[in-house]
């Protein structure tokens, strides 16, 4: 079923896209005959003719050439006017062809690959007048950007859903995240960066209606340039300011601040992986009836809308598990089924350090937790050698590896044999295990919070420098300098014994409390043993400042779910049955798209957008495929942003796409003759070459991220 309504949606974005450029091609069709310019084809796609249509031959599989030829003895091309008219032929071919990536309209004395191709037939394109020639070549561009207004007319005029202007999640050691606020001494905040179910007012005085406008204004950013967030915060009358300048992504990829949307409490679809299944299995809630797209709407009697504050109630629960209430709700969101009643436990929230943008580590005073696996992948070249539950005591050449170091790591050895140990039932196992050319296990990772062995402690993170250089920088943990190796086991603190992280946080507070209210230093005396030969026991005397002991007891509490489990949170732009608000905002959404493009250019000259981030045809279907289950009106809007963009692409001064034939016949009104032939010849061969190779770079790219 799931594979019928993906190619359902595949088949309603390649006839989207076709449309487009149906449309774009009817320009310059119906302004040709407008011109009177003899038009000899009009085709929708590249390639041979799948059917074609000619007015006296009717429908024919393939082209109408041989019918034309059997009949008249000539080609449609070499036929009079009159002769067409005594045979009662059209001039004109209609085709489909088999490549859906663009089209054309041929007209006597014109072609775009072809400039030798003048005619001395009064009816030629060349023997138009420069004006009406002007007319014809623009026309395409025209009919995009009225079709771009109509559509957002339209999806406007019913109302289209959006991901709301509200962070959800902000990356551990983003610009977001350590960002602080212009206005702090006014507004007494103590916190620092970007929280959680803050809202984007606006960015550089530009008002953030959702989040794209958000993820489009970091990205589109001059490198290096300050922009100033004006956000709202629970808790606060006025907006706390932020200027946070974007950098590029830990993936390489767009400028950007670190941030992700927001989540609503609808939990989100079963996924192929049965991650989310997991999740629910592991909290208890499957137990009770809890399932996927199910909607969460009270947290202990409180009516609750986003995930934010599921966070904020597991946050002030001081451990104590929330009482909750489910509700099944059909695409509407109306209930269609009784509510469950269901008690969700809260875990502790450890110190998180950061690695770099993308990863981190949780922990205390700079001891790290080992990694466990929760999950394996059944179709894993590894699932018959690793477990759910197996915990990495090594992974090739790394001793008790942070969970922060293994990604990168295997990625390292994408398409080699790793030598891998877990400890499984109390008993370490060792296994070779085959790295994916993608470079990875076919495993999720989780923490072995209950097994009170430490990994590698962290005592130093790797920042990269815009240059992606790797530099390692020490982190000032209360263990940096007397850190003791991985695999060690905590066994008690001040003499009270612990077994599990929760106990270790738990008797830390304990340990540190009395120490609340005073600015001196606090000495903790932790019990270890050694992962050596006899496994000697050491107490080691831990120092930790003021601060470190306040950040400890500030620690709060979560809850197994995250935010990637629940849909996000949406919003919906709408006229409000407005017609001439939804006008309004077509012309406004238009000229938007318009301006981004012109800013994409000239961000991929500067640099801080690379080719790869482009897309083709392949990339735009699957975009739409994506997105498609956001409801009609949003591929409807999808549809008008591309037909926009293909009206800006189409006029840029470019040989062989429209602005560079504008650009000629400019030259031709001024000079009053044509650029040479061997100009336009050569400037032809360059821009089939550029635009050729761009087409290949970005349908290899829209191919790569199929498969990555």
Known sequence: MEILTTGYYILLMIFGFGALIFFHELGHFLAAKWAGIRTEAFAIGMGHPVVSWRKGIGFVVGSTHRKVVKLTGKSAQELKENELAKHGLGETEYSLRWLPIGGFVKMLGQEDANPNAVSDDPRSYNMCPIGKRMIVVSAGVVMNLILAVVLFIVAFSVGVKFESPVIGMVAPGSPAFTAVAKNTSELGIEEIGLQPGDR?????????????????????????????????????????????????????????????????????????????????????????????????????????????????????????????????????????????????????????????????????????????????????????????????????????????????????????????????????????????????????????????????????????DDEDVALVEDVDTPIHANAPMGGTEIVA????????????????????????????QTKVDLTIIHPTKDNPKEELVVTLSAVEVAQLHELSWTTQLAAYDFQAEFITLSAGGSPVRAVVMGFKETYKVNINVYL????????????????????????????????????????????????????????????????????EKLKGRPPSLAFQNASTIFGLALIGTLFLVVTWNDISRLFS
């Open 600 to 667: 994409t250019l000239d961000r991929l000259i500067r640099g801080s957008v690379g080719v790869k981030q482009l897309r083709g045809p392949v990339g735009i279907v699957h975009i739409g495929v994506k997105i498609a289950d956001r409801g009609m009106m949003y591929l409807i809007f999808f549809l008008a942003m591309i037909s926009a963009n293909l009206a800006v692409i189409n006029f840029l001064p470019l040989p062989i796409v429209d602005g560079g034939l504008f650009i000629f016949l400019i030259y």
């Open 493 to 520: 603190v001040n003499g009270n014994a612990v077994s599990t992280w929760p106990e270790f946080r738990k008797a830390l507070r304990k340990a540190t409390a009395n120490a609340l209210s005073s600015e001196a």
């Open 200 to 464: 984007v007012l606006s960015i550089d005085e530009d008002e953030a209606e959702t989040f794209s406008s958000i993820m489009i204004a970091t990205a589109m950013a001059k490198p290096g340039k300050e922009l100033e967030f004006y956000i709202e915060r629970q808790g606060f009358d006025e907006p706390l300011v932020f200027g946070i300048t974007p950098v590029v992504g830990a993936d390489g990829g767009l400028l950007s601040i670190g941030v992700g949307p927001s989540a609503s409490t609808q939990l989100a679809e079963s996924d192929k992986a049965g991650l989310l299944e997991l999740t629910l299995i592991n909290t208890g809630l499957s137990k009770v009836g809890v399932k996927p797209q199910m909607r969460l709407d009270f947290i202990n009697g409180k009516k609750s809308t986003t995930f934010g504050e599921l966070e904020r109630a597991a946050a002030q629960s001081n451990g104590i598990p929330l009482q909750t209430k489910w509700t099944e709700v059909d695409e509407d969101g109306e209930p269609i089924g009784s509510t469950i009643e269901a008690s969700l436990a809260v875990v502790p929230v450890y110190s998180l350090y950061p690695q770099r943008e993308s990863a981190a580590d949780e922990g205390l005073l700079g001891f790290t937790p080992l990694t466990r696996i929760s999950d394996v992948d059944p179709s894993s070249s590894n699932a018959d050698k690793l477990q759910a539950g197996d915990i990495i005591i090594k992974l090739g050449k790394l001793a008790y590896p942070r969970r922060s170091q293994i990604p990168a790591f295997v990625k390292e050895n994408k398409g080699k044999e790793l030598e891998v140990v877990v400890l499984r039932n109390g008993k370490e196992i060792e296994v070779t295990c085959k790295v994916s050319r993608k470079g990875r296990l076919g495993i999720r990772l989780g923490t072995a919070v209950d097994y009170l062995v430490t990994a590698k402690p962290i005592t130093s993170f790797v920042r990269y």
